[in-house]
């Protein structure tokens, strides 16, 4: 079926409506082309298209807003114009990257404000493609962030500020979750740089471990309770010991805050920590000092008082809490004349002149406690501007030693009389008229040295002692008696003449005289000079005095020595079996024995003296071991053999004696050598001493010895000829025997 023709109006209708419809798409193409243009119009980001070379070919009016210049003020002008020169060369790689094909890219760069001054802007750029998809431009959509970038500046020079801090303070910062864990919540909160520093440990390795990994095991429970106390609280503050990645440990201390959410819940902590190792140990060498000093306190004799401008005692330190007279807590806040008023001036005299010089102070004190006179040295020093330290000793030991060496520098230490020293001191004192007439008296004790040879130098120093006692009790208490030196003494007699000084030698001599029968006699030889007035000088009265006593010296030296001798002989034969019908039977063999062989008469003067002094040496030897009984010990038969030599010692301080001296010495020699004390051999040993030998052994052997019973005269000839050549010389023992053979006959 053919469709029906259309007719003219029906044509004329649809040829309007189709014009209709053209014009509504034209307006509604001009529509949609001016709709981006309002858009970007109206935009607060700049929207701009450049070519490959930077050249501007579009820009948004809003770049008037953001930069200060109209649209036609810069198109067709390069970006680089108006590019920050310190941008250009990061800005043009940027750039290329970001228009490359089916790229998207963001660029942050400076522009130049129409005013002269910089703006930071951010670009988001894609790329212009031509119908072929060949790069031809970019569009840059473009927004201010100059204000973001000031703060982010500020920010980081803020940061920087805090880095810079952080890094070069001696603290460090961390910050913590609420179980003491570190946490790296920003940067800002990581744990300082130096406290790799100090502890020596990155703060990436510490990463979520906890605070508490790294405290000394000793002091981890303490440090998490006051952790927990400080969140709770809201602050807190702990020392404890961090260990340092080599292994030792530091001391901290550490002052934390809590951190609060949004919600106020504690979520953290930050803690600032700081080393205090040398404090510690600053506090701990103090606290040994301390202890040191308390130590040296109690130790030493000394107390210690801390004093204030007007005598108050402030502070009391003792080695031993009986050191002081007075408790500590009864001086206590007490001034010296509330405790002691005698003493009160004197301590504040001290106290001010400290204070006021700023110099040290000593005072000397005494105080009697239970009868006991004690000395005390109190020594004052500046402490501050109104307090001073004083140091008290007790120095009564050394004021005693004091007054025992003042005794000593005047006194004789044997005698215990005054000294040399003291009787020249003595001299000035007495120089005056009033003292005279002055008569000195010297005395020399006889035989000293004779004793000492003997007995020794302890039964030498006794008779001196004796001799000091008789002089000071003869003496009147206003003499002076002194011990001039070795055996000689002085005595010094203030206002006294000569003739009543005669009659004070006279009574020293009686004295002695009683001493005849001992062991040790006491003789003086005595000197006399007297000062008449004061043209005679004392050095003149002395050598005067001298010259006397060495006169008085050799009349009575040799009675002397003889008399000490034979006090000696006295004395043996009251201690031992050494009679003097022994020496006198003996006397008789060595006589006939001398005859016979023909000795001359100084020879047989000689003998007889031998026959009598020959045991003289056994006066130094103790009654106990000459009378012993039964066998000597082997220290007792040495002491019995020096006998020989004390009698030697003895008889050569007579001159008249010194021609027996050499055969005492050799009597105990034997004929084979074997004798003491020289092991003289043969005829090395002096004839006298070989003849004493066999008329002494036969007159012990035939009248005995506490020790040895006595045999018959017959038996001691046989024990005699039994012993020639060995002990005895045998020439020398047929003449004994003929010679005994005689006496018996006649």
């Given at each position: 079926m053919c469709e029906r023709e259309k007719s003219k109006e029906e044509l004329l209708a649809e040829l309007e409506a189709l014009q209709r419809r053209l014009e509504a798409a034209e307006e509604a193409l001009r529509e949609s082309e001016t709709q981006p243009q309002r858009i970007t119009d109206n935009m607060f980001d700049i929207i701009s298209q450049t070519d490959l070379m930077g050249t501007i070919q579009y820009v948004s009016p809003s770049n008037k807003s953001v930069l200060g210049y109209e649209p036609e003020e810069v198109l067709g002008r390069s970006v680089y114009d108006f590019l920050y020169p310190g941008d250009i060369d990061k800005m043009m790689p940027d750039v290329l990257t970001a228009i490359a094909p089916n790229s998207n890219a963001r660029i942050e760069y400076r522009l130049r404000h129409a005013n002269g001054h910089y703006v930071w802007l951010e670009s988001v750029v894609s790329p212009v493609l031509d119908d072929n998809g060949i790069v031809t431009g970019g569009i840059f959509v473009t927004r201010d962030i100059n204000d973001r970038k000031l703060s982010e500046e500020a920010l980081r020079a803020r940061e920087e500020e805090l880095r810079q801090l952080t890094d070069n303070m001696l603290d460090t910062v961390i910050k913590t979750d609420d179980q003491g864990r570190i946490q790296y919540s920003s940067i800002s909160w990581k744990p300082s740089p130096s406290f790799k520093g100090f502890l020596g440990y990155h703060t990436r390795k510490l990463f979520g471990h906890s605070i508490f990994d790294l405290v000394h095991p000793?002091?981890?429970?303490?440090?998490?309770?006051?952790?927990?106390?400080?969140?709770?609280?809201?602050?807190?503050?702990?020392?404890?010991?961090?260990?340092?990645?080599?292994?030792?440990?530091?001391?901290?201390?550490?002052?934390g805050k809590a951190l609060l959410d949004d919600q106020g819940r504690v979520v953290g902590a930050i803690l600032g920590n700081r080393d205090i190792t040398e404090r510690k140990q600053f506090e701990?060498?103090?606290?040994?000092?301390?202890s040191e000093l308390q130590t040296v306190f109690r130790a030493l004799p000394d107390l210690y008082f801390r004093l204030s401008a007007d005598g108050a005692f402030l502070d009391v330190q003792a080695g031993q809490a009986g050191d002081l007279f007075i408790p500590k807590e009864v001086l206590l806040g007490k001034r010296i004349q509330d405790v002691s008023f005698r003493f009160s001036q004197l301590f504040q005299q001290a106290i001010d002149q400290v204070l006021q010089k700023r110099t040290l102070a000593i005072v000397e004190y005494a105080i009697t406690i239970s009868s006991d006179k004690k000395f005390f040295e109190a020594r004052f020093l500046p402490l501050l501007e109104d307090q001073v330290v004083v140091v008290v000793r007790n120095i009564t030991e050394r004021k005693q030693a004091e007054?025992?060496?003042?005794?000593?520098?005047?006194?004789?230490?044997?005698?215990?009389?005054?000294?040399?020293?003291?009787?020249?001191?003595?001299?000035?004192?007495?120089?005056?008229?009033?003292?005279?007439?002055?008569?000195?008296?010297?005395?020399?004790?006889?035989?000293?040295?004779?004793?000492?040879?003997?007995?020794?130098?302890?039964?030498?120093?006794?008779?001196?002692?004796?001799?000091?006692?008789?002089?000071?009790?003869?003496?009147?208490?206003?003499?002076?008696?002194?011990r001039f030196g070795g055996d000689e003494f002085a005595i010094l007699l203030p206002k006294t003449k000569k003739e009543t000084a005669m009659r004070i030698c006279n009574r020293i001599r009686k004295s002695c005289a009683k001493t005849e029968r001992d062991l040790v006699p006491i003789r003086f030889a005595l000197g006399v000079a007297t000062r008449e007035d004061l043209d005679q000088t004392f050095d003149v009265v002395l050598r005067e005095a001298e010259h006397m006593m060495y006169?008085?010296?050799?009349?009575?030296?040799?009675?002397?020595?003889?008399?000490?001798?034979?006090?000696?002989?006295?004395?043996?034969?009251?201690?031992?079996?050494?009679?003097?019908?022994?020496?006198?039977?003996?006397?008789?063999?060595?006589?006939?024995?001398?005859?016979?062989?023909?000795?001359?008469?100084?020879?047989?003067?000689?003998?007889?003296?031998?026959?009598?002094?020959?045991?003289?040496?056994?006066?130094?030897?103790?009654?106990?071991?000459?009378?012993?009984?039964?066998?000597?010990?082997?220290?007792?038969?040495?002491?019995?053999?020096?006998?020989?030599?004390?009698?030697?010692?003895?008889?050569?301080?007579?001159?008249?004696?010194?021609?027996?001296?050499?055969?005492?010495?050799?009597?105990?020699?034997?004929?084979?050598?074997?004798?003491?004390?020289?092991?003289?051999?043969?005829?090395?040993?002096?004839?006298?001493?070989?003849?004493?030998?066999?008329?002494?052994?036969?007159?012990?052997?035939?009248?005995g010895r506490p020790y040895k019973k006595s045999i018959n005269p017959g038996d001691a000839v046989k024990e005699i000829k039994k012993c020639a050549g060995t002990q005895f010389d045998p020439e020398l023992v047929k003449i004994f025997v003929e010679t005994l053979s005689h006496a018996i006959h006649s």
């Open positions: 000793d002091d981890r429970a303490a440090a998490m309770t006051a952790f927990q106390t400080g969140l709770s609280t809201g602050a807190g503050r702990m020392e404890f010991r961090l260990r340092h990645a080599d292994g030792h440990y530091l001391w901290m201390e550490s002052v701990e060498k103090l606290r040994r000092t301390a007054e025992r060496l003042k005794y000593l520098s005047f006194h004789d230490m044997l005698t215990g009389i005054y000294n040399r020293s003291y009787f020249e001191e003595e001299l000035k004192r007495l120089d005056t008229k009033r003292q005279t007439p002055l008569s000195i008296i010297m005395g020399d004790v006889n035989g000293l040295k004779i004793v000492n040879d003997t007995f020794g130098h302890q039964t030498g120093d006794k008779l001196l002692i004796d001799a000091a006692m008789i002089l000071k009790d003869i003496c009147r208490k206003e003499d002076i008696v002194c006169r008085d010296k050799p009349l009575d030296s040799r009675s002397t020595r003889f008399s000490m001798i034979t006090s000696f002989q006295r004395a043996l034969a009251d201690k031992s079996a050494e009679t003097l019908e022994h020496g006198r039977r003996i006397q008789d063999l060595v006589t006939e024995i001398g005859n016979r062989i023909g000795l001359s008469d100084k020879e047989q003067g000689e003998l007889i003296l031998l026959a009598a002094l020959h045991d003289i040496g056994q006066i130094a030897i103790p009654s106990n071991i000459l009378m012993k009984p039964c066998y000597l010990t082997e220290n007792e038969w040495e002491l019995i053999k020096r006998h020989p030599e004390i009698g030697e010692r003895i008889v050569r301080t007579v001159p008249d004696l010194f021609g027996i001296a050499e055969a005492i010495l050799s009597h105990h020699e034997r004929w084979d050598g074997t004798g003491y004390p020289q092991g003289l051999q043969g005829k090395q040993i002096p004839l006298l001493s070989r003849i004493l030998a066999l008329a002494d052994t036969y007159d012990v052997m035939t009248n």
